[in-house]
């Protein structure tokens, strides 16, 4: 057996080793691009985003071919439908893009591609969010870029975000995240789930009813306490406050809580919407009149759109102290802070004057400032497609 597990690692050294002599050869070409996340089974996040974009300026960035990589048949076929150019990963048309292509855009491990193929390319890594929570080198991981790029968007964003990794100062990107870009702009394509989901959506809007979309940070060390909450009846007395005060929750629990914990919300409301944990938020953001979260970056992004962000942090200090941790002061966020649902129904009800609603909006877009810097996506593509 210890001579069969030699020759298998044998055997993949010297593939391992002929690909990268092969791809030091090989000519890559400067108009082919890959995009891929979150192990190829969503169509997600910034990697999603800069598809899109990239697909969209295609003749003006003069480039031949934008392609998805995805691992889900579902999404394959839906991106072939609207004329997408779109492989699995693992196909012989995927293994060849590996091969030719010059820029590889990614949205969390390298490893989403076939590394192996790809020496020679210039990767991005353009993450999935601005954090309040500690992840990566901050946690004693190690966590090399292996001379990648990071979209940290700003020097706040090299502070914190660019803390996380091992990447070189000189290749940290400020821009805008491609994300946010589509937060201010029309989303050109929807996946047939997420149309379904906004029909759903528009209705209960046109019904008259505001929308308060509790988007819940992962979790490493404890399953699910929706809305930190156990007491049905306490779930029950704040949906009767949302019928009459006109609001409907939506919620989406995250992917990564669903796939490890199994995390499930047994809840059934006519004023209650759980979006799968496969979907992506974003389509739905735009849709939110408020925003109720607790550690996630997402409320980061929500200030493009200057609404109120309330934060339900019900298990701060276990958080800090058990979980991940905070690498930024919980209590300078630009956000309005609940600790349990008796004091969610008394800040919906509450009426603000014209004066604290002033200051609220001063610091969202002072906090907007700093983690973004008015960067566009125009800084993003001139960073990467500008040869040094």
Known sequence: MIVIGGMDNLVKSCLSLGAFLFTSIIKRDKRIVLCTGWFGRRFADNSRYMFLYLNEQKKVLGLKKIIWLTNDSRILEELKEQGFCVYKGNSVMGIYYHLRAKYFFYDQFLYDFHTTLIHGGKHINLWHGMPIKKFGLLNGLKWSLNDGYLLTCSKHGDLTLGKCFDVRPERLIHGMYPRNYYLLHDIPFHLKMEAFYLRQIDEIKRNGRKILFYLPTFR?????????????????????????????????????????????????????????????????????????????????????????????????????????????????????????????????????????????????????????????????????????
């Open 220 to 388: 490493r060390n404890s399953s699910l306490c929706f809305l930190g909450e156990s007491d049905e009846h306490k779930i029950k007395d704040l949906f009767l406050f949302f019928e009459q005060n006109g609001y409907s929750l939506l919620s989406k629990l995250h992917f990564r809580g669903v796939e490890l914990h199994d995390d499930i919300v047994n809840l059934e409301n006519r004023l209650f919407l759980n979006l799968p944990p496969e979907v992506d938020i974003y389509p739905f953001l735009k849709k939110a009149d408020m925003l109720l979260t607790d550690y996630s970056s997402v409320l980061f992004d929500f200030l493009y759109l200057d609404r109120d962000i309330v934060c339900l942090p019900y298990d701060l200090q276990e958080y800090k102290e058990k979980d991940q941790g905070l690498l930024l002061d919980y209590d300078s966020l630009p956000v309005d802070r609940v600790n349990n649902l008796d004091e969610l129904k008394e800040y919906l009800s509450k009426k603000n004057s014209g004066e604290e609603m002033e200051l609220r909006r001063t610091r969202r877009k002072e906090w907007l400032l700093r983690c973004f810097e008015d960067g566009t996506m125009n800084d993003v593509v001139d960073a990467v497609f500008t040869e040094n």
